[in-house]
């Protein structure tokens, strides 16, 4: 441990006394995402969107189950020696989470941060492991289209029309394993969001709802490190989507900050636009899980990316605040992921 | 910052490098709970539960907003000065927090732990200060009688019958300011929870699905901290009510711990049975908060109390998991409180 007294920077982000490393990770989606762009680069892809459960929810909840097996088993890490689980998902109640982790027996901290929770959960998961409160953590998110629609809009069988800014969500769970055993991909700052409320009611326009929260975070975010977007390899958000991306780069311009030759946006990456039907793209936790574990955890630890930007955005809505004529507030939580070099220890 | 290099302590507990105390806290409860035994300690007592809101949600919102106000100004610590929020409440997609809490503008870590959030929260948050990320954090947890019907149970318009087992959701909020400036509570350790699910499928008997949990995180912490019952003044337990408590003590009593001179539920001290007709007591986030806030601290504080276990429970059910027929497990999360003579720095 150093000998430095505090690890805050600047207004919103943090570093860690101990070193902290991504020492696995998993991806498992459904049918869908694996006929996507990225379906190569998934760990395990299901033919049935039902993993083999009687609903919907469970079948979100075996994702999640799956995801943790896989990474602990490229690890070789058993359930027992990770101490802590931050998780979450979008389900009233975090009954994904609960269900499908339950068996593990491990410490779980349940966390909710809408489809941010893929930064929030590696967030604590680092500051949790950076301050010497355990040698290994997970964290891990998941969505599922069936039940993200019967929960948030309507149910299937409706077969109802959806505007094009609307989104599509990922069917999907991302685990990953946090150490301070030195592995490729190390944490080494997170920036943590505010939440950020422009006024939007649209709930089928989610993308232009967390564009001004991720434009706060990464603007804070490279103030706080004092760099600038060309420092970062790539700034990836989570389910912005063809109409946010746009949103926040304007957004950002207007602060004279031009991030539009390194943004990238997970639910862009994930489906193919015209051949797959999404709309404004994909979205969900498990959208932003999937994909930094699938696409990009594997340029960071061969080095053809340097340093990045995570940025996971999430709507802050339930259906009962928007039928009360709440707005869709957003957040958005950053994690800084870096390449380096593995020594023998 | 100490010398150790590692801060866990057997299988499920957690100290700190640098001391963490609970320099502020406050309490903001409902009409009844203004009417029941701890009513002359609460802070703020509303006459009318809908807090001058249009809706129960938004009164729900206003709860964490007020509490945290009260929290703030009575250690005279501006919003700006507050580092992170770690906050939750039982709704979906916790609703309550995230319009409770906008207005503040501080970095926010949104929690699920069911009931047990005020533990959960709790113990982030002094994780948070005891690494030495932050001077000063709040953690806050809210429910709300007429919100949690809505979400959980039937419209009140219903007026359905009860069964002597269920509790009353607790209408309150609770919140914590934590600071590594040396007050007179100290939190001086956490045991982190594993969800426990022992069967049972009554969501009308809570009490009986956390009371597994809360015997499984209490036996852990005593095992961990080389600990007796006797060396806490109090084992402080959220809600479980009158039915869960007598099921806790059997439990433990079954692994040879007496914990029956020494247990008080906040469920069971925040309302009178007889006369408020409370069912087997109370329950919700906002139970164990409130009675921590108004009726715990000031003990610990003024020394009369100089070590207690503070243990809230959580319930992990929506109604989409109870209608699709699971269980209702438990989750615990469990605070060690401190009173320590406070010292002229």
Redesign the interface.
């Known amino acids: 441990?150093s000998?430095?007294?505090?690890?805050?920077i600047g207004e919103?982000s943090?570093t860690f006394?101990k070193d902290v490393y991504i020492i696995s990770s998993a991806s498992v989606v459904g049918k869908k995402e694996g006929e996507g762009p990225l379906g190569g680069a998934f760990d395990m892809i299901c033919d049935n969107d039902r993993f083999g459960e009687?609903?919907w929810?469970?079948a979100e909840s075996t994702l999640q189950k799956e995801a943790l097996a896989l990474a602990l088993g490229k690890a070789d890490v058993e359930p027992e020696n990770v101490?802590?689980l931050f998780a979450?998902d979008?389900?009233?109640?975090?009954?994904a989470t609960?269900?499908g982790?339950?068996d593990y027996?491990?410490?779980?901290?349940?966390?909710?941060?809408?489809c941010s929770t893929a930064g929030?959960s590696i967030?604590?998961a680092s500051?949790?492991v950076?301050?010497?409160?355990?040698?290994t953590v997970a964290a891990l998110t998941s969505s599922h289209f069936a039940s993200a629609e019967?929960?948030f809009r309507y149910p299937l069988e409706y077969a109802n029309q959806r505007p094009v800014s609307a989104t599509w969500t990922v069917t999907g769970s991302g685990a990953f394993l946090l150490s301070g055993k030195r592995g490729n991909v190390r944490v080494s700052g997170i920036t943590?969001?505010?939440?950020v409320?422009m006024g939007v009611k649209d709930s089928m326009n989610m993308g232009a709802a967390m564009a001004p929260a991720a434009a706060d975070l990464i603007a804070q975010n490279l103030e706080d490190f004092g760099r600038s977007p060309k420092d970062y390899d790539k700034i990836v958000t989570g389910d912005l989507g063809y109409v946010g991306q746009e949103i926040l780069i304007n957004l950002l311009q207007k602060q004279k900050i031009d991030i539009s030759k390194v943004h990238e946006d997970c639910g862009i990456l994930i489906f193919d636009k015209e051949e797959q039907d999404t709309g404004s793209g994909g979205s969900g936790c498990g959208c932003a899980a999937v994909t930094l574990s699938a696409h990009y955890l594997p340029m960071l630890e061969e080095g053809s990316l340097k340093r990045i930007l995570f940025v996971p955005t999430g709507a802050?809505?339930?259906?009962?605040?928007f039928n009360?004529g709440?707005n869709v507030?957003g957040?958005a939580h950053g994690v800084v992921l870096e390449h380096v070099d593995k020594e023998v220890q």
């Open positions: 441990m000998g430095k007294d505090t690890y805050y919103q943090l006394p009687d609903n929810e469970m101490r802590y979450g979008l389900l009233g109640q975090n009954i609960s269900f982790l339950m027996e491990i410490p779980l901290f349940g966390l909710y941060g809408a929030e967030s604590l500051m949790c950076g301050a010497g409160y355990a040698k019967k929960q943590t969001g505010k939440i409320d802050l809505l339930s259906t009962v605040s009360e709440q507030p957040i």
